[in-house]
């Protein structure tokens, strides 16, 4: 039985801010990562796939501007911090130089206003003649002689289809445990907070990079039009576990379902204390879990289901798949017309070998745990 969620291409739901347009089709949806104020897009990865790949989503955020991004994207560059073996490995693939620094500003990149882009993608997909359906809660598979031909929604109403794309996020292992899925990724909540300055204090920062250090897992962004800034930490994160599976916990399913683990509060008000001294007495304005779906390796899982050809994966974005959301959808075409690249079918697969495990995140001494629902802060509790 598939869990509570929308039948738009089986697509994970996307936390709202509140935009006027969410009127006109409940767009970005209230409760998915992909929808915040902001996203980091860097080139600086220690695979040279993805930092290829980063090169080639920035110059689509530049280029298709017009057509599609309008000023969603924002070239603010990115100061990269740490040292590590990501760290270093990253740098060589963004200097293409034999050695590595503590420190380096990367101009290429910056950070994009996911909500914003979000809408602005699914715009120009219903301009193109894309159908949404809305309202609709799946609950079924639906399948003759063990081949999968449409899902079933609550209402009883039934969507035909040859295929069907799971792009489910976090929720993908809890929504069909049946597959299997939980064993090649897990839902994993990671903790962020978000100050409000004045409109003059905010004008002192506005021209800031991104900050990105490798070594804590901890970043920040510019402040916001909104003189928001947003801070998190790239670590391992929490889980949430439920009937064994790891399950995204919202706000659309618990009252407190924006509020962080206490010890990561504070951590992060540490963090930026070092980054912004000047700023750090001051009190948490938001605070959130963003629920990521992490592979062991950090590589995506696009593909069919090893067992069930009527089933492709669109998913495993271990927090770092928004940036290459103007590139990233050729890859899922690529899949589904059968024509992807064969190291990257084995890259992206189901049913890999999992030969390293996801790096980015190594020099946070970090471990996962789960979710202590008694030790939470909110807003109100984060003040020093």
């Known amino acids: 039985m598939f869990r509570r969620f929308d039948c738009l291409s089986l697509a994970q739901t996307r936390i709202s801010r509140g935009y006027a347009y969410r009127a006109l089709w409940g ?6 990562s992909s929808n915040d104020i902001n996203r980091i897009v860097r080139t600086s990865y220690s695979d040279p796939f993805y930092a290829k790949l980063a090169k080639e989503a920035i110059q689509s955020w530049r280029d298709d501007a017009v057509d599609i991004w309008e000023d969603s994207y924002h070239e603010s560059g990115v100061l990269v911090m740490g040292s590590s073996k990501y760290a270093n490995e990253a740098y060589m693939n963004d200097s293409r130089k034999a050695y590595a620094l503590k420190r380096y500003i ?39 002689d063990g081949v999968t031909e449409g899902v079933k929604c609550h209402d009883g109403a039934v969507i035909a289809c040859s295929l069907v794309i799971l792009a489910t996020g976090p929720w993908t292992p809890s929504i069909l445990p049946e597959l299997g899925h939980q064993e090649k990724s897990i839902a994993t909540g990671q903790p962020m907070a978000m100050v409000q300055l004045s409109k003059e204090e905010a ?16 970043y920040c962004f510019p402040p916001t039009d909104k003189n928001l800034v947003k801070m ?3 670590s391992p994160g929490v889980t949430h576990t439920v009937d064994g599976i790891s399950t ?18 504070q951590q992060l008000r540490n963090e930026f204390a070092q980054v912004f001294p000047e700023l750090a007495k001051k009190p948490f304005s938001n605070t959130r879990l963003c ?36 590139v990233i959808g050729r890859i899922v075409a690529d899949a589904v017309q059968g024509v992807l690249d064969p190291e990257l ?28 629902v008694s030790r939470l802060s909110g807003p109100q509790r984060s003040q020093m």
């Open 232 to 234: 998190a930490i790239h």
């Open 27 to 32: 767009l970005p949806a209230k409760d998915g």
């Open 248 to 265: 995204p916990r919202t706000v659309m399913t618990h009252p407190d379902g924006l509020l962080i683990p206490s010890s990561y509060a």
């Open 106 to 144: 990367n101009y290429d990149g910056g950070w994009a206003d996911a909500g914003k882009a979000t809408y602005l993608l699914t715009k120009k997909v219903i301009s193109l003649g894309g159908k949404l359906i809305l309202g609709k809660q799946a609950t079924e598979l639906v399948k003759k």
């Open 345 to 372: 079918v084995r890259k992206f697969a189901l049913d890999r070998n999992i030969e390293h495990i996801d790096e980015s995140r190594d020099g946070t001494g970090m471990v996962r745990e789960e979710l202590d």
């Open 203 to 218: 004008d002192r920062y506005r021209g800031i990079p991104v900050f990105l250090n490798f070594s804590s897992g901890f």
């Open 291 to 326: 629920w990521y779906n992490d592979s062991p390796d950090g590589d995506w899982i696009i593909g069919h289901h090893p067992k069930n050809s009527s089933i492709l994966f669109a998913t495993g974005g271990s927090g770092h798949a928004f940036k290459f959301f103007p």
